[in-house]
Antibody, heavy 119, light 106 residues
């Protein structure tokens, strides 16, 4: 059974940082393309970042609006993917999902972790 | 970015056929995918590549379209289909989602 479990969400003040983690199991992580997608309080879904596998040199792509603030990374030895978020803004408040999906569609989603940015 | 436009809401009776539309601001070829999200849950993939049924999804769900106009059809609709349905494109960078169509049953 495919499982993705996000951790690391919480309440953070504007300008601060937070690192999300996603532990996975049930599939061959080393060849998986992994993504972070968030859902705003208004229920909008927004793709944030993708990291490809070793055979693609761990190529990374970002949504333009988070480039330079967010960093996606992975540890194949731990079957885990991460999202480092810096200089957080109130508009970053959302549920953050770790998502497994190659070929452009997203087949497996974690349950999400809530990030609230507020003073 | 490619904007995907969906109708905000629909209300149908169980047993009926419902079509949910998604229009792209530019061509996405067949790079369109559909998700179902129930309250408190994560999205679930239903259709990929415009018309391919994801494994384990009931055959009541189908997808069609190419270019800029796409449709998700549920026939017949069941009470359990109450949810919000999102389209998502992968043809143009970045990946984008529609705002969702909330399906309610009468």
């Amino acid at each position: 059974e495919v499982q993705l479990v996000e951790t690391g969400g919480g309440l953070v003040q504007p300008g601060n940082s937070l690192k999300l983690s996603c532990a996975t199991s049930g599939f061959t992580f080393s060849t998986a393309w992994m993504n972070w997608i968030r859902q705003t309080p208004g229920k909008r879904l927004e793709w944030l970042a993708q990291i490809e596998d070793k055979s693609n040199n761990y190529f990374i792509s970002y949504l333009e609006s988070v480039k330079g603030r967010f960093t996606i990374s992975r540890d194949d030895s731990k079957s885990s993917v991460y999202l480092q978020m810096n200089n957080l803004k109130e508009e970053d408040t959302a549920i953050y999902y770790c998502v497994y999906g190659s070929h452009g569609w997203f087949a497996y989603w974690g349950q999400g972790t809530l990030v609230t940015v507020s003073s | 970015d490619t904007v995907l436009t969906q109708s905000p809401a629909l209300a149908v009776s169980p047993g009926e056929r419902v079509t949910i539309s998604c229009r792209a601001s530019e061509s996405v070829s067949t790079g369109m995918h559909w998700y179902q999200q129930k309250p408190g849950q994560q999205p679930k993939l239903l259709i990929y590549g415009a018309s391919n049924l994801e494994s384990g999804v009931p055959a009541r769900f189908s997808g069609s379209g190419s270019g800029t106009d796409f449709t998700l059809t549920i026939d017949p609709v069941e009470a359990d289909d109450t949810a919000t349905y999102f389209c998502q494109q992968s043809w143009n960078d970045p990946y984008t989602f529609g705002a969702g169509t909330k399906l309610e049953l009468k």
